[in-house]
Structures are given as structure tokens and as C-alpha cells.
């Protein structure tokens, strides 16, 4: 998750920001912001790209017109819910739909979405012809009847692919950004008890404190909900306290952590060939 030998397009970055290391096609590109580089102040310091959180709205413009520039295409922010919804991103489209997650085969749109301790992923396929990027929270991750966000995004990405050889999609890679780590998420029985209907092997990852409050592991579960829809290799975030973002405060931005708190951005787009 370091900026060590990054490609030639992202030299420039502020510090802390990721770029995944993934074997994406050359035109694919991705980045998850961190809270360092912006325009922002006080709690919101310093790159805070959320309007709905109480910051000063020219400071968030500034720092999303700076996310433009360095990404060399338009960002389009989303309304998130911790729904399922999945919007397929256009030129014409303004900010503000209400979706968890956006897909496009067109370049010059970035797919972005915001997050400050839920979960962010990007994903494409192996060819390079679509991206998507989608928001994981433990309420998207579970979903209804056993689909979430990340099973409606790839049956989205896997109807939109272009014609192969007509048996076998491409393969999708996906990356998992920071989010609020194991050691830090705490929730209730309900919850557990929810990802348990669904998925029996979901119990793996939730460790007891006793009292009817677990800690549960948020990329440990998205990573079983991929291998559980097959055909995705999955790069990014390992669970380790350098992903958290509650534990890294001078990185991330972290609601749980802060309760007023600024947004982080994970964005993916194709550069135009």
C-alpha cells in the first residue's frame, strides 16, 4: 500500500495517498485519497471530499476540482446509502445519484466512491474494458437474501461484459482500501447473527469480547463473499493495522473514531488509449 515505484502518471501524488499494487491493465487506473493535501480545516483537515459532513463547501470543491486534476478525469461522487443500488456512470450525469457503487466502460469518468471506516473496492476485468468502484459497509456487505453490494456489482460487471468467446467471462481483479480494522469494529449479536444466516463460514470472522459485543473483521468478510462468487483475485487490504482507519488518525478519516469526520475517496477510470 506504499507510493514506492509508482507508475509515471502518479509521481506527483500528496502523501499517503495508495495506489493499488494489482496486475490492472497499463490503462486502468486507481488511487484511494488520504486526509493529507486539501484545502480543508479543523477536524475536516485537510483533504476532505465529502459536502454532507459540515465542512466549509468552497474547501470541498477545491480539493475535489484538485482530485480531477491529478486523476485526468471527472470524478462522479454518489448520494451512499449502504444500499445495493449500482449505477452505470455517464458524461451527462451529475453528482449525487443515489447508488453504492458505480461501473463504467467509457474513459475520462472516474468511478469514485467516499468512505471514512467503511469499505472501499474497485474492480475490472482483465482486458481493461470496464471499471467499478463500490462502498462496503457491513449493512451493503450484507445486503438481502444473501446479495450484497459486492455480488450485485460483479453480476452487473459480468452482464456488461463485452462479447467474448461466448462461454467464459473475463476474470475480474479486485482491491480492498482501508477501512475500520479487527481490532477496532465493534458491533452487536445482530449483526454476527445477521452475516451468520447468510453465510456460515462468516462466523470465521468475528472474535468475542463477551457480553453479546464481537469484533468483526470487514475485508476478512468481503474476501469471503468473493472467493464465494469465484472467478476474482483479490489484492489490497489484509486486516493489518496499517489499513484501519480508525488506528491511523494523521492518514485516514474515521467517523467511528471522530464522529465528526471528513471523506476519503477510492476512485478508478480508464485512461483514454
Not at 477536524?43 to 465529502?50: C, D, H, K, M, T
Not at 456512470?89 to 468512505?115: E, K, P, S
Not at 487490504?237 to 473514531?257: E, I, K, Y
Amino acid at each position: 500500500m506504499t507510493l514506492h515505484n509508482l507508475p509515471y502518471h502518479f509521481l506527483h501524488l500528496p502523501n499517503a495517498w495508495l495506489v493499488p499494487q494489482w496486475p490492472a491493465p497499463p490503462h486502468v487506473r486507481a488511487l484511494c485519497t488520504s486526509r493529507v493535501g486539501g484545502a480543508s480545516r479543523g477536524v475536516y483537515e485537510s483533504f476532505n471530499l465529502g459536502l454532507h459532513v459540515g465542512d466549509d463547501p468552497g474547501a470541498v470543491h477545491q480539493n475535489r476540482d484538485a482530485l480531477a486534476r491529478i486523476v485526468g478525469a471527472r470524478p462522479v461522487f454518489l448520494d451512499q446509502v449502504h444500499g445495493v443500488d449500482m449505477v452505470q456512470i455517464h458524461a451527462g450525469m451529475a453528482d449525487g445519484t443515489c447508488a453504492d457503487g458505480a461501473h463504467t466502460r467509457q474513459a475520462g469518468l472516474a468511478c469514485a466512491v467516499m468512505v471514512a471506516d467503511c469499505l472501499p473496492v474497485l474492480f475490472c476485468d482483465t482486458a481493461g474494458s470496464q471499471v467499478a468502484a463500490v462502498h462496503a459497509g457491513w449493512r451493503g456487505l450484507l445486503g438481502q437474501h444473501g446479495r450484497g453490494v459486492l455480488e450485485v456489482m460483479v453480476e452487473k460487471m459480468r452482464q456488461n461484459a463485452p462479447a467474448g468467446d461466448g462461454q467464459t467471462p473475463e476474470p475480474l481483479l479486485a482491491w480492498l482500501g482501508p477501512c475500520i480494522g479487527p481490532r477496532k469494529f465493534e458491533v452487536g449479536n445482530e449483526v454476527r447473527d445477521a452475516f451468520l444466516e447468510a453465510r456460515s463460514q462468516a462466523g470465521l470472522h468475528f472474535q468475542t469480547l463477551g457480553g453479546g459485543k464481537w469484533l468483526a473483521d470487514l475485508q476478512g468478510l468481503a474476501r469471503l463473499q468473493l472467493e464465494a462468487v469465484g472467478g476474482i483475485s483479490v489484492y489490497g487490504n489484509d486486516g493489518s493495522d496499517a489499513w484501519c482507519t480508525v488506528s491511523q488518525p494523521l492518514q485516514f478519516f474515521s467517523h467511528r473514531r471522530d464522529r465528526v469526520s471528513g471523506r476519503m475517496a477510492a476512485c478508478i477510470w480508464l485512461a483514454g488509449l
